[in-house]
């Protein structure tokens, strides 16, 4: 990933790994992010279900934004104006939390999610149009653990 200062997304390809043998290089089969500041979406090629790829990538990708962020009480110092100050805030985004817009008929991604940690928070017919038609979510979030 190119370095870059944070603007509040995130993007990584998913990777099949590659064997010596098979000539060294991976083959991108999908990816995950993070948008919008709080959003996280990901997707992955059909012929990859159901092997556990997610799952892996959620288990490293989630620590990262936990990692690459901070959360609101963790930052200091506060001006006498009970504002913080700009340049406080520009190493790092402020993030408490996370979530997810889920289509209901996407029961696949809703167990992974809830896997991790993730509680529905909401619905809403007819969020967005697709080739499809309409489509409707399922909110759902996350947040931020507390570290001792």
Partial sequence: MVSARWNGSRDFVIELR?????GGKGKVIGKAGL????????????????????SEVLATFLPYIWTATTSR????????????????????????????????RNNASIGILKKFGFVETG????????HLGWCDSIYLSLKRPEYN
């Fill in 18 to 22: 590659q064997t010596d043998q098979q």
């Fill in 35 to 54: 948008w919008d500041g709080r959003e996280i979406g990901f997707l992955l090629s059909r012929s990859y279900w159901q092997r556990g790829i997610m």
């Fill in 73 to 104: 009480a963790s930052i200091e110092p506060i001006t006498a104006t009970g504002r913080v100050e700009e340049k406080d805030m520009e190493a790092t985004m402020v993030l408490d939390d996370i979530f997810a817009d889920v289509d209901p």
């Fill in 123 to 130: 619905r809403k017919e007819r969020t967005y149009a697709t």
